[in-house]
């Protein structure tokens, strides 16, 4: 398998993996690559680095990143377990109740539930607060 860093002619960046080189220039050339942004077909190969591995030891800081995504995932728990601990869970009614709530029809309190990406939507365009809460995190048993 190979990762090719991939850009489409609106300049939208991303990466694929395919089977060998000739599998990508054979795909190209077919017209089967496209943006995944755009649907651009009009794909090219972009710069990108090679993931050479050596054998000398990381120097310290380099798993910055790793130490970084740690502590936003526990950060992130953290705010779901309070909302979950203190919030009314509302289930698939949650954007009727937000909007009864705005509006006064419903007796002020914190909620969270279920609201599909049109009813987001609309909350927030008619001046409703509403945010997304983290996803639970995955469980260890169903992780790759």
Not at 2 to 19: N, S, V
């Amino acid at each position: 398998m190979i990762r090719y860093a991939l850009k489409c002619d609106q300049t939208h960046g991303f990466e694929a993996w395919f089977g060998s080189s000739s599998d990508y220039d054979d795909q190209a050339a077919r017209g089967l690559v496209e943006c995944p942004f755009c649907g651009s077909r009009s794909v090219e190969k972009a710069v990108m680095a090679p993931a050479v591995s050596g054998a000398r030891k990381s120097e310290p800081g380099s798993d910055i990143a790793e130490k970084m995504q740690t502590v936003m995932m526990a950060a992130a728990q953290q705010v779901r377990a309070h909302v979950e601990a203190n919030f009314d869970y509302v289930g698939d009614s949650f954007a009727r109740e937000a909007r009864d709530i705005h509006e006064g029809k419903s007796e002020k309190r914190e909620i969270y539930g279920e609201a599909t990406p049109a009813e987001v939507k609309k909350l927030k365009e008619d001046g409703v607060p509403v945010a997304a809460l983290p996803a639970p995190p995955p469980d260890p048993s169903k992780v790759n």
